[in-house]
């Protein structure tokens, strides 16, 4: 049964830093697709980043340069780093895999972590 398990939300002022780690459970991480995603009070839900099974990495316009993805393959557990945090940053967050990188949609998701940005 695969798991992903989220944590290092929380409250941060803006200018703020936070790392989300997202520990996955019956499902190797290496070599997989995997992306962030946030969904904020009445919003759609938008990705963040992604990265891929070479490790190749994409972002959202509104995050780039501030926000990286990572793998620690040994940890088996995907990184959201966020820094310069913004107000408009605040939503929960998810973390997503994919059984297959060649699906067009994420099919395993985690719980998500709450972020709470203040100006």
């Known amino acids: 049964q695969v798991q992903l398990v989220e944590s290092g939300g929380g409250s941060v002022q803006a200018g703020g830093s936070l790392r989300l780690s997202c520990a996955a459970s019956g499902y190797t991480i290496t070599y997989r697709c995997m992306g962030w995603f946030r969904q904020a009070p009445g919003k759609e839900r938008e990705g963040v980043a992604r990265?891929?099974?070479?490790?190749?990495?994409t972002y959202a316009d509104s995050v780039k340069g501030r926000f990286t993805i990572s793998k620690d393959n040994v940890k088996n557990t995907l990184y959201l780093e966020m820094n310069t945090l913004k107000p408009e940053d605040t939503a929960m967050y998810y973390c997503a895999a994919k059984t297959y990188c060649s699906m067009s949609a994420y099919n395993y998701w985690g719980q998500g972590t709450q972020v709470t940005v203040s100006s």
């Open positions: 990265i891929d099974n070479r490790g190749t990495t």
